[in-house]
């Protein structure tokens, strides 16, 4: 069988990809930081350790064949403004250690997840795929370092190595973490906690596309270019009013704007900060769907055979998972 070794294989893309690679007759191999659990009733090769650490990667690298495949979807993920401890090692400094290992290694392809967010800002325009990133042009401390980790792998595939990059929206759909950065906010409205809208919107995409999509760029992509996985545009309010149709709930009746948002975020992140935890709301988070940012998967459709499904299908399916696990 062929073999790809999936970096974060246990996280809420990363379990997707998994199911994916195995459709697709490959041999996985799952780094991460903590075990998963039995994927679909089959038990996967697992290789524990943090991509901080060139150690833990190389005992991972060393299982490798000729020729194995690598998908790297591992990364730190935050909506605060501020820059979170390890972030920079873990989206930056843990990519080029994997570059450093794909050269070392006999490698046959690298498939790095980056993200929408590494694109410059363009409000009001349709983006496409670039081929020069910079943190200097984009905003948040995430954002940045998607930057600058897409542009390492896009400099080692200018020098030779096979690597390919894609970039998702906002990912949603189902699965046993379903974690995302909507979902919670989802969860929070089923359980009343969300009685009214935010104001802005976001493009969105399944989890599963997505999933796809990352198997189709292993397979079909060309070395050096990039792919943005999307979905389509739509507000708040109308991922509300698709989740309460679902749910069978009525839709919030207030709406709060983003002059009211944004001290409502301050007092959010103030809170979390204390107790240690992560913020539902921050006021990055609110610049992000005031921002009405659009994107194009024309390329990735043309070349890649990518198709993602329609909204409506991705909130009834989270929305079961979700029920489900709060029964």
Not at 37 to 46: N, S
Request: aromatic share 8%.
């Amino acid at each position: 069988m062929k073999q790809v070794l999936v970096i974060g294989g246990t996280g809420y893309l990363g379990q997707a990809v998994v199911r994916e690679a195995l459709k697709g007759g490959y041999q996985p191999i799952i780094f991460a930081r903590s075990k998963p659990p039995r994927i679909d009733g089959i038990e996967i090769t697992y290789v524990q350790g943090d991509i901080r650490r060139r150690p833990d990667l190389e005992r991972a690298f060393s299982q490798l064949s000729p020729g194995a495949r690598v998908i790297h979807s591992d990364g730190l993920i935050t909506i605060e403004r501020k820059e979170v401890p390890g972030l920079r090692e873990t989206n930056v400094d843990g990519t080029q250690l994997i570059l450093d290992l794909c050269r070392q290694f006999p490698v046959g392809r690298l498939v790095y997840v980056s993200s929408v967010h590494a694109l410059p800002s363009t409000p009001g325009r349709v983006k496409q795929e670039i081929d020069r990133f910079s943190p200097a042009q984009v905003t948040g401390q995430y954002a940045k370092s998607k930057a600058l980790a897409t542009q390492l792998v896009l400099n080692r595939a200018r020098g030779g190595l096979d690597a390919v990059v894609v970039y998702p929206s906002g990912i949603v759909g189902p699965g046993s973490l379903g974690q995302g950065q909507t979902t919670p906010l989802i969860r929070a409205f089923l359980a009343g906690w969300l009685p009214f809208y935010l104001s802005g919107g976001h493009d969105f995409v399944d989890v599963r596309d997505v999933a796809q999509g990352v198997m189709a760029a292993l397979e079909k992509g060309q070395s050096g270019e990039g792919y943005i996985l999307s979905g389509d545009y739509h507000t708040f309010r109308e991922v509300i009013d698709m989740v309460a149709e679902v749910a069978g709930q009525k839709s919030p009746s207030g709406y709060l704007p983003s002059a009211i948002l944004s001290p409502i975020a301050w007092l959010v992140e103030t809170g979390a900060e204390l107790l240690g935890k992560k913020p539902l709301l921050t006021s990055y988070m609110i610049e992000v769907l005031e921002s009405f940012e659009l994107y194009s998967h024309i390329k990735a459709s043309r070349e890649l055979g990518y198709s993602p499904r329609p909204m409506i299908e991705s909130i009834r399916d989270t929305v079961d998972s979700l029920t489900e696990a709060m029964d």
